[in-house]
T-cell receptor, first 115, second 110 residues
Framework: KAGVTQTPRYLIKTRGQQVTLSCSPISGHRSVSWYQQTPGQGLQFLFEYFSETQRNKGNFPGRFSGRQFSNSRSEMNVSTLELGDSALYLC??????????????FGPGTRLTVL | GEDVEQSLFLSVREGDSSVINCTYTDSSSTYLYWYKQEPGAGLQLLTYIFSNMDMKQDQRLTVLLNKKDKHLSLRIADTQTGDSAIYFCAESPNTDKLIFGTGTRLQVFP
């Protein structure tokens, strides 16, 4: 089975712009979670989608949003970019059952640099 | 609160055992995980342990769980240079998200 794929792998934007990142989960997985990784804050949970519905959301401002499509692919969007949004954004997929205990498998990440 | 702690660095000689420690806070966590991150890469799931287990062994990896003290450890036997990476423990409380530790950078020297 193919793993979790994320596109693009690298992205450079300027302050004030917006960005959309994409994640394709492992075939058959229905849950997609997004995490932000920075040197200062470590790995922080952004949000999780299951069957096109957001089930849980972390403590990020409303500039961070996401969605999930019927084929389980997910996108996250960050509007009005700030320098502090520079990070590695990781997507994880899990679960064919929708159980909260399903193991999460991560993609390689998208490295976003905001100038 | 949600706080998973790990020591930041560990340096070991090739062939020795490495032990990476983690303390977590949420006793309701059903599963506890260990992930590995190599430079420029995402997170690779190494192993996990169910909360009603004390120990799990998987080839060179041994996970020990002390639920009373909320302490988790990962032992890597016969550590190799290819094991050099950052290791994250993570807990999974009864929500659909992982709470990660700060990560331990393991450096293996010849």
């Amino acid at each position: 089975k193919a793993g979790v794929t994320q596109t693009p792998r690298y992205l450079i934007k300027t302050r004030g712009q917006q960005v959309t990142l994409s994640c394709s989960p492992i075939s058959g997985h229905r849950s997609v979670s997004w995490y932000q990784q920075t040197p200062g804050q470590g790995l922080q949970f952004l949000f999780e989608y299951f069957s096109e519905t957001q089930r849980n959301k972390g403590n990020f401002p409303g500039r961070f949003s996401g969605r999930q499509f019927s084929n389980s692919r997910s996108e996250m969007n960050v509007s009005t970019l700030e320098l502090g949004d520079s990070a590695l954004y990781l997507c994880a997929s899990s679960g064919t059952s929708g159980s909260l205990a399903d193991t999460q498998y991560f993609g390689p990440g998208t490295r976003l640099t905001v100038l | 609160g949600e706080d998973v702690e790990q020591s930041l660095f560990l340096s070991v000689r090739e062939g020795d055992s490495s032990v990476i420690n983690c303390t977590y806070t949420d006793s309701s966590s059903t599963y506890l995980y260990w992930y590995k991150q190599e430079p420029g890469a995402g997170l690779q799931l190494l192993t996990y342990i169910f909360s009603n287990m004390d120990m799990k062994q998987d080839q060179r990896l041994t996970v020990l769980l002390n639920k009373k003290d909320k302490h988790l450890s990962l032992r890597i036997a016969d550590t190799q240079t290819g094991d050099s990476a950052i290791y994250f423990c993570a807990e999974s409380p009864n929500t659909d998200k992982l709470i990660f530790g700060t990560g331990t950078r393991l450096q293996v020297f010849p």
